[in-house]
């Protein structure tokens, strides 16, 4: 099992529409949770984070955590063309000593279809 | 405010050879990570350093090795280089060590011919 679990994609929904992108992660023990947009040929760009069980709203975007299930998402409510990127999800996990892991999922491709 | 700067750009060797890659995070920010991204395997961890101490690394062989200066800069060094070693290398840095590295830098690409 990977750590850190994206669907590859792409997923494609129509312009306007509600996009769902979905992460699961295997260490019970991990406390950060990003999420990160790629434009082709561009680095990652920070886009949400979020720390506890619940929904956190920024804009057009909206990231769940639910620890019970290990699983994370990032809904992106009416999806525009410059939407259409590669959604990276980041998990850091930190334990006692000071160590601190960070896994990245594979990044699930979106296509917004004008 | 100037973001992150990685450079070179773009780094061509040959197998054997030695690279080494440079990064200046966002001022103020003391915490650096390393990360590789090749072709199909994602993003993957390289190393951490806050307040020029190395405070992590991942599964990457001691061939991969770097330091972080007093004005917080830092540098990868990657020696014995092998074919697989091509990729896009990001450097990110955060105000705060409990981050996994809020701001990207656009990354220096590796070529190993």
């Known amino acids: 099992q990977k750590e850190v679990e994206q669907n590859s994609g792409p997923l494609s929904v129509p312009e306007g529409a509600i996009a769902s992108l979905n992460c699961t992660y295997s260490?019970?023990?991990?406390?950060?949770f990003f999420w990160y947009r790629q434009y082709s040929g561009k680095s990652p760009e920070l886009i949400m984070s979020?720390?506890?069980?619940g929904d956190k709203e920024d804009g057009r975007f909206t990231a769940q955590l639910n620890k019970a299930s290990q699983y994370v998402s990032l809904l992106i409510r009416d999806s525009q063309p410059s939407d259409s990127a590669t959604y990276l999800c980041?998990?850091?996990?930190?334990?006692?000593?000071?160590?601190?892991?960070?896994?990245f999922g594979i990044g699930t491709k979106l296509q917004v279809i004008p | 405010e100037a973001g992150v700067t990685q450079s070179p750009t773009h780094l061509i060797k040959t197998r054997g050879q030695q690279a080494t890659l440079r990064c200046s995070p966002i001022?103020?920010?003391?915490?650096v990570y390393w990360y590789q991204q090749a072709l199909g395997l994602g993003l993957q961890f390289l190393l951490w350093y806050d307040e020029g101490e190395e405070r992590n690394r991942g599964n990457f062989p001691p061939r991969f090795s770097g330091r972080q200066f007093p004005n917080y800069s830092s540098e990868l060094n990657v020696n014995a280089l092998e074919l697989e070693d091509s990729a896009l290398y990001l450097c990110?840095?955060?105000?705060?060590?409990?981050?996994?590295?809020?701001?990207f830098g656009p990354g220096t690409r590796l070529t190993v011919l």
């Open positions: 260490d019970r023990g991990s406390q950060s």
């Open positions: 979020i720390y506890s069980n």
């Open positions: 990110a840095s955060s105000l705060y060590s409990a981050r996994t590295g809020e701001f």
């Open positions: 001022s103020g920010h003391t915490s």
């Open positions: 980041a998990v850091n996990t930190r334990r006692s000593g000071g160590y601190q892991k960070v896994t």
